[in-house]
């Protein structure tokens, strides 16, 4: 698939030593996503595929990278990495109409926006593949993206998630009850206020949460007739699958639910706790936003990502 024929517009940021180039590409009228291109200035990148870090519900790029600059993106970016930060459709620069009223759901950002961002990557660097670094719902993504059109994984040189499950949030009553509040909300309002529960800078659109809510109430990872956790033996990519003791919004059951289906014989998963040797007990955010993941979450990601990507770079000559 080619994006050359979408519209977009490109503005450059900076933030200190850092030069961000936007490239906001239009799906339509109304949607769009944002690729941000970070790179540190006088910093040459190294013989590496570019890395793409992908954001979770109720965020957007800052997750990253803050407004400071600081941030996993910025740290890569100082070792020679090729970083790139999607934000999908309805977050941070990607525009969207009115969330209200919009009808997105969570196969329309598997089919649409994460095949565009990678295809779009693709075609501005001349790369054959690409590292996908996903947290929570940007995992989700991928892992569906690759099983569901399981050609694709011969664009992915490996996939990194963090704090990424779809059907285990409802063991406990405080799971069941967070779960039962999102259609009550949606049904009332038609999309999820996030902002207004503080829970995220990003409102979310209300069918990605029903379709979320369902995934986890019953127990199945099943979208629109079509099985998503039966389809994850079709990625065939390196896999390190990465989540934190005390993550209760993806709690290791989860995580490696999902870990346990994927069809790769190269595949990582690891517990990320003091009781496992860690310098914390990591959850869902501390894990990519804190300064023991800087220390030792951050390294294990850039050194996965060096072995392999140096094993992709030789079989490209």
């Avoid at 540190?40 to 990148?45: E, G, M, N, V, Y």
């Avoid at 793409?52 to 997750?63: E, T």
């Avoid at 300064?291 to 030792?296: K, M």
Wanted: include cysteine.
């Amino acid at each position: 698939m080619g994006t050359r024929s979408l519209k977009t517009e490109v503005d450059q940021e900076s933030i200190g030593d850092l030069r961000i180039e936007v490239h906001k590409v239009y799906l339509s009228s109304t949607s769009a996503i944002a690729l941000s291109h970070v790179r540190r200035k006088d910093t040459p990148l190294r013989h590496l595929p570019p890395v793409v870090l992908a954001h979770g519900v109720f965020v957007n790029r800052n997750i990253w990278l803050s407004a400071k600059g600081k941030g996993m993106a910025a740290w890569l970016a100082r070792f020679g990495l090729d970083v790139w930060l999607l934000e999908v459709r309805g977050h941070g620069r990607a525009s969207v109409g009115d969330p209200r009223r919009s009808k997105t759901g969570f196969d329309d950002l598997v089919d649409v926006d994460v095949r565009v961002a990678i295809e779009t990557i693709r075609e501005l660097t001349g790369a054959k593949k690409l590292f996908w670094v996903g947290h929570s719902h940007g995992g989700i993504l991928i892992y569906a993206f690759l099983g569901k059109y399981h050609e694709a994984n011969s664009l992915l040189a490996g996939v990194v998630t963090l704090g990424t499950q779809t059907t285990e949030q409802n063991k406990t009553w405080r799971q069941r009850c967070r779960l039962i509040s999102i259609p009550v909300v949606v049904s009332l309002l038609g999309y999820f206020p996030a902002r207004r529960l503080r829970l995220g800078p990003e409102d979310e659109f209300g069918r990605v949460m029903l379709e979320w809510f369902w995934w986890n109430w019953k127990q199945k990872w099943i979208n629109n007739d079509f099985d998503y956790q039966s389809a994850l033996r079709n990625i065939s990519v390196p896999l390190l699958c990465l989540v934190g003791v005390s993550d209760d919004m993806a709690n290791p059951e989860g995580c490696e639910r999902i870990f346990n289906g994927v069809g790769s014989s190269d595949k990582t998963f690891c517990v990320l706790g003091r009781r496992y040797s860690n310098r914390a007990d990591y959850d869902h955010t501390s894990i990519i936003i804190s300064a023991d993941a800087e220390r030792e979450v951050w390294p294990m990601i850039l050194q996965w990502i060096e072995r392999r990507g140096i094993a992709t770079s030789q079989a490209d000559l």
